[in-house]
């Protein structure tokens, strides 16, 4: 893996954030996938007890290469997705 590259393989929750939905609906849709064999839902591998979303798969939904590298310059990061959950308002 090249600095310029994000993983081979992602966290469903890494997954949701590229694609801006909710972590809940990310789960039940790569369960989808699984449970369909792969007929809907998101791209996704059973890992023992994990999920993951092979890179390659999200690419080919979304059309393109991702680009998860973080904007600052020398910052050194792969990947800038955060992981902290921003609190809720109504």
Known sequence: MTPESPPDV???EEAAQI???????????ARRWIDTGGAEGLPAIR????LRVPRSALEQLLGGPLDTRDDEPDSGTVISLDRSRPARTR
């Open 47 to 50: 890992l023992g007890r994990c």
């Open 10 to 12: 992602l966290t469903v």
């Open 19 to 29: 694609l801006r939905i909710g972590r809940n609906s990310a789960y039940g849709l």
